[in-house]
C-alpha cells in the first residue's frame, strides 16, 4: 500500500475524506457548570421574554413620565408616593395619576408606571410626596420585556460551543441543564519495537513514546475523549487486533506509528484492510506530514499520522481536531486564536506543497513579530519552544522578510 | 463605603491589588494525561540528552561517509554488509572501513558509522555487498545525540501552561507525571431577593441566577476550581456568615450581588469587614464595571463584581483570571488570543474611561471586520452573540471606522 502519486493539498485532503464520512453524534444533558467547551446537539428556544416583565435598572421612584414633564431643580413636580416595589415579587398596586413608588434595581416596574426616575434626581418633600427635579421620557431606566430575547427566539444555535457567556444566558433562562454532543472516543494506537512508554526503564536504543500522550492531550482539547491502545509491536497479527479492537471500541481511531517504510506499510495495510472502503487518502502534499493516511472502515474514520512527534502533532491539529469537531456536529465558524505578526527572517518553500513552521512571537510597540523555531519534525522541543504554527500556502514558494503572517496559536 | 472619588484605570488597579496579594501555590503530581492546561510548579530538567543516542532519520545503510566519497550511480561504492541494527536495541558489532550495516528510522547509527545512505540510493550487488549510489556527508541522515536538548537543560520553566508540545516532550524525557500548581478553590457567592436558580420555577418579579454560572464557566476556564456558595437574601448577617465560610474554604473570594445601591452598599461593608487590610480598590474608571471591588482579607483575595451579567463577565476577566493566573504563578507571558480586525463604525467613548465592547467578527479575503453588538450591560445575550470583546483605551475618546482593532477573543 503505497503512498499515491497525487499528492493532494490538505484541505482538499480533508474535504475528500469527511465527504465519505458520515455522523450521527450522540447527544446527553450534562449540569450546566459542567457544560462549558460542549458543542449544542440541538437548538436552544426561549420559552419565554427576557427580562420576562419591565425592570427598572436604577434606584428609584417609578411614575407616569407625563407626570414629570417640565419638572426641573427650580419647578420640581410632586408626586404622591403610594409604595414600595418589593424585590422579586409583585407590586400589590397599581399606578395612577400623581402617583409614584420606591422601585430598587432590578424591581418590577408596577402597572401605570412607564419610567423611572433616579434617587439623585428626586427629594423627600414631606411624608407621603416626592420631588421630582428632572423629567424623564417614556421608558427612561426601564428594561421592556423581551428587550435581550422573545419567547420562542433561537437564542443558542445547534453545534454551538458554549462559552461562558452562554452559559450565562442558559441560565438566565431557568436551564441547569443543556443537550449536547457526547464526546467521540478516539483510539490511539502507537508501536514500535524501540519505543516503550515514559515512567519505566530505558535501554540502549529505546525511546520514549512521546506521540501517545501529545496525541491524547490534543484529541482532549479538541473535545474528544482520547483512549490509549498502548505501544503494538511491529507486527501485523498486532496491528490487526489491535485496529479491530479500536473500531469496535471507539468512534475514530488514530494510528501514529513509526516512520521506517516496513512500519508506514504494515500500518497502511493494516488501514486498508480494516473495513470499506478502506484508505481514501495516503499522502498528502505539506511538510511536515506528508505520509499522512485518512481511510474510513465500515463507517469508523482512521487516520495514520506520522511518526515523528511534531509532524503528528502538526498533522494532528489539521486532520483529527477538524475530524472530531464534525462528529460533535460544531457548526459555527468562530475565528481561531491567530495572531497576525510581521515576519522576521525569508522563508523559502516548495511551490505546490503547504509548509507549516513553529514561530516564536514578539511582543513590541508596532505590535508582534515572528521569528521562525527552526528543527527537524523530530525533536519535539522545537515545537515547545514555539507560541504557534504559521502556513506557507501550496501557492507561494515562500514568504519574504516584513510580510505580515497569520500564526495559530497552539 | 463607597466608591472611591478617584478612579484608577484597570491595570493599576490590578497592579495595586496583586502586589498586595501574597501567594504561595501548594503543587502536586498529575498524570501526564491529565496535564494539559495545567501550570507548572517547578521547572523542569532534562536528565539525559534527547536524543540519548545518534539515530538514523531514514531507512537505508549506516556507514562511514569517507567510503562514500566520490560515489555516483555510474561510479557507485561497493561496501560489505556486516550486519543490521535491531530496533530498540544496540547493534553487537562496529563499522570497520568498507563496510555497511542495515539500519531503519529510529535505529542506533552503530560505533565506527558516522552517516546513513537512504535505501533510494543504494541497490544490492551480491550477496553481502551494498552498491552506493551517491556520496553522503558526514552526518547525513543522523539525528546526533543532545541535538533536540542536552542533560542538564531546563527544558519547560516554572510556571509555564502545558500544551500538547510539552506534553510530548516531557513524555519524551520518561516522565509519567508532572509537577503542577494545584488550582485555587474560587468561592462565589450570589445574591438577591428576586433571584432564584435555573431548574426550578420562577414567579412574577424573579430572575434566574446568571452570575454564578456564567462565573463558574469563566473560573474553571481560567484555572481555578469555581465552588457555588448559593443564593444570599440581602440580608447583612447572610452576608457576613457566607463569606466568612468562604474565607475559610476557598483561595479566592467573589461577590456577585445585585446592583442596587443598597446591595452594593452591604457588598462592600461585608468585603471590607472581612479582615484586613480590606478593601484596596472601590471602584475603576471602565465600562462596563465601575463599581467594581478588590480587598485582601488577612491574605484572602476577595472580588466584588458588579451585578450586571455582561459587566460581571466584562470585569471578572480582568480580573478573577488574572487574580487565578498569580495564583498558580503563571510566568509565561504566551500571547492572548486576539484577531486583528476592521471596525466598521465609529466608536466615541468618555476620555479617561477604558471600555470594553463586544463585537461580531466577519472573515473576508481583506482579512477580519469588527462590528459591535450594542446593548445594555444586562442583556446577557448581547454578549452571546459576540465573538470577543475591544478595548477603547482611556486616552482615547473613541475609535474611528476603518482603524484596525485588537478583538480579543471570549
Redesign the interface.
Known sequence: MSEFLELLPPAQALNLFLDQCEFSPQSETVP??D???RVTAESVISSFA????A?S?V?GFAVRAVDTHGASETLPAYLKLIGEV?????PDFELGRGECAII?????VPEGADAVVM?EYTQEARPGEVEILRAVSLGSSV?QPG???QAGDE??GRGVQ????????????????VNVAVRPKVAIISS?????????P?????????????????I??AGGE?V?YGILP?DAQAFKSAAERAKKECDLVIFTA??????RDLTATTIDELGQPGVIVHGVSVRPGKPTILALADGVPVIGLP?N?VSA?VIARIFVAATIQKMVGLHT???K????AKLMLNLSSQAGREDWIGVK?T?SAEG?TAEPVF??S???????N???LMKIPAAANGIAAGEMVEVE??
Open positions: 450546566l457548570e457544560a462549558v467547551g427576557l427580562p420576562s416583565f425592570r435598572t434606584d418589593p424585590m422579586g415579587g409583585t430598587h434595581t432590578g424591581g418590577m434617587v428594561l428587550e435581550d430575547v437564542v443558542i458554549l462559552r461562558p457567556a452562554e452559559i450565562g444566558g442558559l441560565a438566565a433562562l431557568g436551564h441547569a441543564g514500535g519495537d524501540e519505543v516503550v512508554p515514559p515512567g519505566g530505558l535501554s540502549a536504543g529505546q525511546v520514549y513514546d512521546v506521540n501517545s500522550y501529545s496525541l491524547h492531550s490534543l482532549e482539547q482520547a490509549r511491529d513509526g516512520s521506517s517504510v516496513s512500519v511518526g512527534p502533532l465558524s468562530r475565528p486564536p491567530a495572531i497576525t512571537l511582543h508582534y528543527g527537524k523530530n525533536l519535539i522541543f522545537t515545537l515547545a514555539a507560541d504557534g496559536l497552539i
